[in-house]
């Protein structure tokens, strides 16, 4: 590791259960299960394709999607610092020739990566508007990454549905509340909901993330696949969350 990387707030996680390692600042937006769920529910190309993830974040849905597809995956974030340690972690995991970061806009990922050249795009994004906010007076990067401040859903949409083929797939995971906004939205964008799943943290509690994907150009039809539940009664995560896909 670089001088750099031996900073006092970083560190270098194991990626959960697998041989990636993610490196992480205590002073950003640490990764979560959400992203690690939204990468194992995502339809990819196994042998080719181009990939993009928006909000990138420090590649954790990158660096997943690449054990499960041979295309090339491009990460898009805006944020330098967060963009760093996504780009150090490429290298780390030896995948700089399949994985790559760009330091930009989301909202501009078109400009970079030309129209309709994309088989999938994925994101995991600020869940909660700037009106809900609540927890501004987090550090900016928190602030960020948790709410509406630089992009929103109706900006994911637009550049997945400009980003995307015909055929192509807009994988998301978000919060419930927001479940009718996301579908209308994708269909506003010519993006058909076709597979969804529920996200419960324990068996008896409702559901607090729900997973999404969409066709661009499909016909509707919408399957719903068997929930996850993440914690047993023990506390533990449950087969569900520990098989690995």
Known sequence: MNEQQEQNHERVDYLFDTDLKIIQSSELFPFSLDSVLLARFAYVP???GRLVDLCAGGGV???LLSQRTKGRIIGIEIQPEVCALARRGAFLNHLEDRVTFLCADAKDSDAHIGRGRCD?????PPYFTVDAARDMKLNRHLAIARHELLITLADVLEISARLLKPGGKLALVHRPERLVELMSGMRAQGIEPKRMQWVHPHRQKPANMVL???T???KPGLTVLKPI????A???YTEDVRQKQ
Do not use: M, R, S
Request: aromatic share 8%; net charge neutral.
């Open 234 to 236: 023990a506390g533990q």
């Open 120 to 124: 999938v795009v994925t994101c995991n």
């Open 212 to 214: 999404l994907e969409g």
């Open 46 to 48: 196994i042998q080719k």
């Open 216 to 218: 661009k150009g499909g």
């Open 229 to 232: 539940v993440v914690y047993d």
């Open 61 to 63: 849905i990158p660096f």
